[in-house]
């Protein structure tokens, strides 16, 4: 709307209702239609902003496995129209999005001695990263940045909200601490990570690796020690991953 010169307006003492249907005709989960619309809005009108919402559906930019259909058509309405970039949008339309253009690599977090368990935010009320089986959720959600941080969890949507939360080495236990304070507090938030190899904190030098741990659900918890050569993967690479 906004791209092509139209606008959105907002009517005082306006009623809006949706009425559902008794019986719906189509499939009660719509995840994998809605999946799919958003990478065809992304590919149309979102320019080098796209890898956002691959990000956000964690979805690979190449070879994703998902057939969006024939877009050339709305690629040319687009021209026809000529409508603005989505970067003249971010700008004049809605500022206050946060962007995540830093973002160098972002999936799920694995380690090679237990391939099947994910790096995991934990419970929402605890700041303890863990290890749980991979389901790819927005739990499971981990992005590494060009300046070398590693975000878990949720992304904050503008930059108004400062609830990202950081890998942060704190008394040599793993936590997970809102970014900003974390940078502000001058902690360990900063992480070596290439990969298929070990992540290593770059104040400390000690290591997020696996310990057997009988006590845990399945078996291992997250601790940070000398390194003993334990190597990390994560699912989608943008950009090389520098040490």
Known sequence: VWQCGGSVEVLPCSRI?????????????????????ALRVAEVWMDEFKSHVYMAW????????????DISERKALRKK??????????????????????TVAYGVLQNSLKSDLCLDQGPDTENIPIMYICHGMTP?????????????????PTIDDDDNRCLVDVNSRP?????????AKRMKLYWQFTQGGPIQNRK???????????????????????CTGQRWSITNVLRSLSS
């Open 58 to 69: 964690n979805i690979p930019q190449e070879d994703s496995g998902i057939d969006i259909g």
């Open 140 to 156: 499971q959600n981990v992005y590494y940045t060009s300046s070398q941080q590693l975000h878990v969890g949720v992304l904050s």
């Open 81 to 102: 129209l000529q409508c603005k970039t989505f970067r003249w949008y971010l700008v004049s339309v809605y500022p206050e999005m946060r962007m995540y253009s830093d």
């Open 17 to 37: 209702a949706h009425i559902e249907r008794a019986h719906k005709p189509y499939t009660e989960d719509l995840t994998a239609h809605v999946r799919r619309n």
């Open 204 to 226: 400390s030098k000690r290591c997020l690796e696996l310990q057997e741990n009988n006590e845990n659900e399945f078996g291992f918890q997250l601790v940070l020690q000398k």
């Open 175 to 183: 936590r997970l601490i809102e970014c900003n304070y974390a940078k």
